[in-house]
């Protein structure tokens, strides 16, 4: 085991020749920070780690131990991508392996007592970024001064730490062990750890406090709040404590790589976080790389820029089309590039807004033939041959065949091609009558015209569209495409403006039965096919609406049982009956899942598998296969 007794014997010895000492240091301390230890900004290594750091053992994992140096050019379509970073670097109380089994990562260790009772245990003398003491303290500011205060929280405490109205009992033990414990089992608790982006649970204390009003003069606050440009403290703190937006710099963190760069800019640059808690099974502290450079690029010319050797690792901005045009690029620049399955239940899918304001279209879409009647007029063959080479699989949005819970019965679901089921079944609606061009009739006689909309980021997803426009006249449906930005895209879907969406299916198509099933029933407002009932469910029916159709109001009913679940057996069934139901049901219509993802990296770039699963989650795109790891290898 790599203790800092260890380090200190190896770093400190006074018994050790000073020029072995400074090998050894060398050898086990990034060169990059020699500096800053020279002009005794830093201390060395042994005092910046915790006493008990995560020793990550490579070569059980078949990579290799690698070395310091070097920066990672990434590109990114717009400024708030750098939100990829910390999803990224995936630094995590609890996190998950590339096996996706939950291990303790910054915590050493916790245990759970009758799945309610979660005792976390920190590691003693870790830091935060800038030097300061990651403890108990730090969960207490967040439980006492956040999730408690009624004006940061004005919801209350979040909705992951709420089990069937009752609010987390949060005790602190001591220094470095906290509780979390409920009367009832909350399985979800560690998997909410564990996310692409995580239940927060502490803030850096010893920064934050100087933004809330409790612990900061009235006079202070007032400046600050002129100073950042907000309406008042809450807008302050909320804005200076954002974790998954990296977008202030001087917020400690406890991800590999700590910001520097204040937007706007077109350049934002990561350096190596001094007091990062992991090392390698030689003592070696991790990260190996120093710098991350992400630069703000049109989304249209990333694939292009990453075949001309602009990009050091790119898997954002690049899909299956992109692939022919960069690995041609190998042969003339000094990139690799790698095809990693795609996690989503479906790579493209259509979300009928079973909220939308009109009326006549929510009935129709509330209609269970109508959405079977629209699966099935779906030619996912030519699709997957057309746009994916053949290469992926034709299915229903549902979970893949990698995932435990997968059975060929979801994937079946309605997604087989039979147009003539699709007319029958929208005959029996009742859209009998047709225009002089085919289109079917409506009840209040407008054309039978969908608008998909979507938030224009992907050329794949027009692609598909523009197929999926023929298939729906065949059976007389009119498909015509809008595209905004991303956030206008969403508000105008929970606003109910929106017909029908274009987004990925669903996140996690490699869920177990342990992972909540929160994607398959009303649970936030950014999904898309009932953005009114997840509203409903996150705001503990203060906001929204309460659905009002049987089988949706079962999948709650069924995700509720989950959550009172005791044992995995409980929650295979719950996941099997979920399953079956949104298949069959086809709340969202899923083309084809199991896609490829091209990722293109830097031929000296080592310890990137060559295969791979890139999804949000689980995976939280690289984050399970650890980027701190990865290192370059000397030119020449």
């Known amino acids: 085991m790599i203790t800092r007794r260890t380090l200190l014997g190896l770093l400190g010895s006074a018994a050790i020749p000073a ?72 630094s995590r109380l609890v996190g998950y392996n590339e096996q996706l089994e939950l291990v303790p990562d910054v915590l050493e260790s916790y245990t759970v007592e009758d799945g309610r009772i979660f005792t976390l245990h920190l590691r003693s003398g870790h830091c935060w970024s800038d030097g300061s003491a990651f403890t108990s303290a730090d969960f207490d500011y967040f439980w006492n001064d956040v999730a408690l205060n009624k004006e940061l929280a004005r919801g209350g405490p979040p909705v992951s730490l709420i089990v ?42 010893a920064y934050m406090r100087q933004y809330h009003k409790s612990h900061q003069t009235p006079e202070k606050i007032e400046a600050f709040v002129q100073e950042y440009r907000v309406d008042d403290w809450v807008g302050l703190h909320r804005k200076m404590s954002r974790q998954n937006r990296p977008e202030n710099p001087d917020l400690p963190t406890l991800e590999a790589w700590r910001p520097t760069t204040k937007p706007p800019a077109e350049q934002f640059v990561f350096e190596r976080n001094p007091y990062f808690h992991r090392v390698d099974e030689n003592g070696k502290q991790l990260p190996y790389i120093d710098k991350v450079v992400m630069n703000v690029s049109s989304s249209e010319i990333i694939a292009a820029k990453t075949a001309t050797g602009d990009s050091d690792l790119q898997g954002v901005g690049l899909g299956l089309p992109d692939y022919t045009l960069i690995k041609e690029a190998e042969s003339r620049f000094p990139i690799k590039v790698s095809l990693w399955r795609r996690t989503q239940g479906s790579s493209v899918a259509l979300y009928p807004n079973l909220n939308v304001k009109d009326p006549v279209w929510r009935q129709l879409f509330q209609d269970v033939r109508v959405r079977r009647a629209l699966s099935l007029a779906i030619n996912r063959r030519e699709i997957n041959q057309v746009l994916y080479y053949g290469l992926a699989h034709q299915s229903a949005d549902t979970v893949l065949p990698e995932s435990p819970l997968y059975k060929p019965e979801y994937s079946e679901a309605w997604s087989s091609y039979d147009p003539d089921q699709a007319n029958l079944l929208l005959d029996e609606v009742g859209l009998l009558e047709r225009n002089s061009s085919g289109i079917r009739l409506l009840s209040d006689g407008r054309p039978a015209n969908i608008t998909v909309e979507s938030a224009g980021e992907s050329t794949l997803e027009t692609d598909v569209l523009e197929l999926i426009t023929d298939h729906f006249r065949q059976v007389g449906i009119a498909l015509f495409i809008r595209s905004s930005q991303r956030d206008i895209f969403r508000s105008r879907t929970m606003g109910g403006q929106v017909m029908m969406s274009v987004w990925k299916g669903l996140e996690n198509g490699l869920a177990s039965a342990d992972m909540p099933p929160t994607q398959l029933a009303p649970t936030t407002d950014d999904q898309l096919q009932w953005p009114l009932w997840g509203m409903y469910y996150m705001s503990m029916k203060k906001k929204g609406k309460d659905a009002d159709m049987p089988h949706v109001k079962e999948l709650s009913t069924l995700l509720n049982n989950w959550m009172k679940s005791t044992s995995t057996e409980q929650r295979t069934g719950i996941w099997a009956r979920m399953l079956a139901i949104y298949t069959d049901q086809v709340f969202s219509i899923g083309t084809v899942n199991g896609g490829l993802q091209p990722l293109a990296r830097s031929a000296r770039l080592r310890n990137i598998p060559d295969s791979g699963l890139y999804g949000f989650e689980p995976t939280s795109y690289l984050g399970v296969y650890m980027p701190d790891t990865f290192w370059f290898e000397k030119e020449g």
């Not at 060169?31 to 070569?59: H, Q, S, T």
């Not at 078949?62 to 590109?75: A, C, S, W």
């Not at 470095?176 to 204390?205: C, E, H, K």
Request: glycine content about 8%.
């Open 19 to 90: 020029s072995l000492r400074a090998e050894t240091d060398t050898a086990l301390d990034s060169a990059f920070l020699r500096d800053r230890i020279n002009a005794g900004e830093l201390p060395e290594l042994a005092m910046r780690l915790p006493n008990n750091p995560r020793v990550v053992d490579l070569k059980s994992m078949g990579r290799e131990p690698g070395q310091h140096g070097g920066k990672v050019r990434m590109l990114i379509g717009r400024q708030k991508d750098i939100r990829y970073m910390p999803i990224n670097s995936y």
């Open 164 to 205: 069937n109205g009752e609010i987390a009992k949060f005790e602190v033990i001591d220094e470095v062990t906290v509780v979390y414990s409920w009367s009832q089992p909350n399985p979800r608790f560690l998997g909410r750890l564990a996310a692409p982006i995580p239940q927060t649970l502490m803030l850096p204390s």
